[in-house]
Nanobody, 126 residues
Framework: QVQLVESGGGLVQAGGSLRLSCAAS????????MAWFRQAPGKEREFVAV????????YYADSVKGRFTISRDNALNTVYLQMNSLKPEDTAVYYC???????????????????WGQGTQVTVSS
C-alpha cells in the first residue's frame, strides 16, 4: 500500500511560482514512476508531468512544457513539481500519483497509476 500526501498549493498571481511536494509512505519508493495530474472545475483530470523510477527521464504535457519541472528524491520518498510563470489556466487541484513501472518508463494516462494523493489546490489570479 502506498500513501501519498501533497503540499505546497496556494494562491499566487499570474507569473508567479509555486513548488508542490508529494511525500510517499512506502518502503520501495524507487519502484514507482511518479506523476502529477490536475483537475479544474468542470473538467476531466489531465496529465501534467511524469518522472521515471530512475529520475533520468521526464515527460510533460505541452501546456506546461518549459514552465514546470518535475523531480524526485528517492532517499526522501518525495516528488516535486516546480511551477513557474503560472497562468490563470493552471488553476486546478493537483494530484500526485504513483504507479509501478519499468525503470525508465514514463506514462501519461490515469489508468497506469494505482495510488493517488488527496490533492492540493492551486489558484492563479490574473
Amino acid at each position: 500500500q502506498v500513501q501519498l500526501v501533497e503540499s505546497g498549493g496556494g494562491l499566487v498571481q499570474a507569473g508567479g511560482s509555486l513548488r508542490l511536494s508529494c511525500a510517499a509512505s512506502v518502503r520501495t519508493f524507487s519502484n514507482y514512476a511518479m506523476a502529477w495530474f490536475r483537475q479544474a472545475p468542470g473538467k476531466e483530470r489531465e496529465f501534467v508531468a511524469v518522472i521515471s523510477r530512475s529520475a533520468g527521464i521526464t515527460y510533460y504535457a505541452d501546456s506546461v512544457k518549459g514552465r514546470f519541472t518535475i523531480s524526485r528524491d528517492n532517499a526522501l520518498n518525495t516528488v516535486y513539481l516546480q511551477m513557474n510563470s503560472l497562468k490563470p489556466e493552471d488553476t486546478a487541484v493537483y494530484y500526485c500519483a504513483a504507479g509501478p513501472a519499468p525503470y525508465t518508463a514514463v506514462r501519461d494516462t490515469l489508468a497506469e497509476y494505482e495510488y493517488w494523493g488527496q490533492g492540493t489546490q492551486v489558484t492563479v489570479s490574473s
